[in-house]
Each structure stands twice: as structure tokens, then as C-alpha cells.
């Protein structure tokens, strides 16, 4: 069992940078897919970025591509962070980290392929 747990939203301006954590315990995510979505007010539920399972690979939402970074800790392999850079208005929402251990590649997009959900941390970008 994974149990997954995010951090480091705050307020900020258009133009900021925000730095989001998800930590992981319960269980290894060696092997596993990681992402993380985000759903803004009265939206549904859409990617942001992910790693595939053997992390060699990293995807991005057209949307944020050249703007967010996602990364694995150097020491600490369960700890995932999202970097987002020239926050715009639009990117305010609840960013949630997922990991899933069958996502296949053409899946990684979808949030029905994951296992594991954190709770959310708000990022609000004021304009």
C-alpha cells in the first residue's frame, strides 16, 4: 500500500515560481509510474506531468511544457517534485501526485491508469 502526501502549495503572483513536493511512504516506487494532475474550480481533473515507470521518460501537458519540471529526489527516490516557473492565472488549482504500478506509456495521460492519489495542495496564482 502507497500512501502519498503533497506540499509547498502557496499564493503567489503571475510570474513566480512554486516548488511542489510529493512524499511517499508505505511502499516503494521503484518501477512505478509517477505524475502529478491538477483540477482547477469547476474543471475536471487534467495531467501535468509524469515519469514513466522505469523513469526514463518524462511527459508534460502542451500547456505547462517549458514552464514545469518534474523530478525524483537525488537521495530520497519516494520523494517526487513538480518546479513551475512563470506562473500564469490559469495554473491556479489543486495539484495532486498519483503513482500507478501497471501504467503502460500510451496511458500515462490518463488519471483512471493510477493506483495511488495524494490529497492536494492549492497553488493560486493571483493575476
Known amino acids: 500500500q502507497v500512501q502519498l502526501a503533497e506540499s509547498g502549495g502557496q499564493l503567489v503572483q503571475t510570474g513566480d515560481s512554486v516548488r511542489v513536493s510529493c512524499a511517499a511512504s508505505?511502499?516503494?516506487?521503484?518501477?512505478?509510474?509517477r505524475a502529478w494532475f491538477r483540477q482547477a474550480p469547476g474543471k475536471e481533473r487534467e495531467f501535468v506531468a509524469a515519469f514513466s515507470r522505469n523513469g526514463g521518460y518524462t511527459y508534460y501537458a502542451d500547456s505547462v511544457k517549458g514552464r514545469f519540471t518534474i523530478s525524483i529526489d537525488s537521495t530520497d527516490k519516494n520523494t517526487m517534485y513538480l518546479q513551475m516557473n512563470s506562473l500564469k492565472p490559469k495554473d491556479t488549482a489543486v495539484y495532486y501526485c498519483?503513482?500507478?504500478?501497471?501504467?503502460?506509456?500510451?496511458?500515462?495521460?490518463?488519471?483512471?491508469?493510477?493506483?495511488?492519489w495524494g490529497h492536494g495542495t492549492q497553488v493560486t496564482v493571483s493575476a
Open positions: 508505505g511502499d516503494t516506487l521503484r518501477g512505478y509510474a
Open positions: 498519483a503513482a500507478g504500478a501497471r501504467v503502460i506509456t500510451s496511458a500515462l495521460r490518463s488519471s483512471a491508469a493510477y493506483d495511488w
